[in-house]
């Protein structure tokens, strides 16, 4: 009998998405306790379940009780999420930039880091924003709570230095292709052969309608850099993903 009581508990709990295993053995214990004083018998147990409802509404409805925590999880695991993606993305450019003197045994940053690392940052928050906003099942709330919330940043950002808004804008794009490959290619070469070869072309593209030197190769260079930024940014984006879900885990 109690494997029959079990068997129906459990669903309930795991559509709650409940994040606190403490607060998820509280809700057994009440539902395990509603059924035990039921009655003894098979009879009054199915009983009881018929007068419970629908598992899948009962589950609706305690998610509704239980959604600020899961808003609250959700916050902290994209913010996680960007301080991590942004400390790989200075890390990486740090490598990149890396210089060794002509005159001395003297590593040293080259001219560029001062704007590759910020942009570097910039591209994973535009990255994580695109990741969030095209989430599987699509939602407009999310879509728009994230766009909204990196709107925030470069407007917050252009006020303190107008030349920012170029940077936004190139990130933007450059996630927009990113994520857009990562959904639509279907193994991991052709994905970043894929993202590798967009990220070129527009490199290319937009250093020469502004007028700046910038070929092929140096744009393919700089490409690059962004392509292992880009999926550093994808991976860690799955890596949070898989902590959340687990989070919501009943067992």
């Known amino acids: 009998m109690r494997e029959g009581i079990?068997?129906?508990?459990?669903?309930?709990?795991?559509?709650?998405?409940?994040?606190?295993?403490?607060?998820?053995?509280?809700l057994r214990r009440e539902l395990l306790s509603h059924f035990e004083d039921s009655g003894g018998t098979p009879e009054a147990l199915h009983?009881?379940?018929?007068?419970?409802?629908?598992?899948?509404?009962?589950?609706?409805?305690?998610?509704?009780?239980y959604r600020r925590d899961y808003i609250l999880l959700s916050i902290v695991k994209v913010g996680a999420c960007i301080v991590a993606a942004s400390a790989a993305a200075i890390l990486i450019e740090a490598l990149a930039s890396l210089r060794l003197a002509a005159d001395a045994d003297v590593w040293h940053f080259s001219a560029d880091f001062a704007r590759a690392a910020p942009f570097g940052v910039v591209l994973t928050l535009a990255l994580v924003t695109a990741t969030e906003a095209t989430r599987t099942p699509f939602a407009w709330s999310r879509a728009l709570l994230s766009i909204g919330c990196y709107a925030s940043v470069s407007v917050c950002a252009w006020s303190v230095n107008t030349n920012s808004v170029g940077a936004f804008a190139t990130a933007s794009m450059l996630a927009?292709?990113?994520?857009?490959?990562?959904?639509?290619?279907?193994?991991?070469?052709?994905r970043a052969l894929l993202t590798l070869a967009a990220f070129t072309v527009t490199e290319y593209v937009m250093?020469?309608?502004?007028?700046?030197?910038?070929?092929?190769?140096r744009a393919l260079s700089a490409s690059a850099i962004l392509l292992v930024l880009w999926a550093s940014t994808i991976a860690i984006v799955a890596l949070s993903d898989r902590t959340f879900i687990n989070a919501f885990r009943t067992s």
């Open 207 to 217: 250093h020469q309608s502004l007028g700046i030197a910038f070929g092929p190769i």
């Open 47 to 65: 009983e009881a379940v018929a007068r419970f409802g629908n598992t899948a509404r009962i589950g609706d409805s305690l998610r509704t009780v």
């Open 176 to 190: 927009a292709i990113g994520v857009g490959v990562a959904r639509l290619a279907t193994t991991r070469t052709s």
């Open 6 to 26: 079990d068997a129906f508990i459990e669903p309930i709990v795991e559509a709650a998405q409940i994040p606190s295993r403490r607060r998820r053995d509280e």
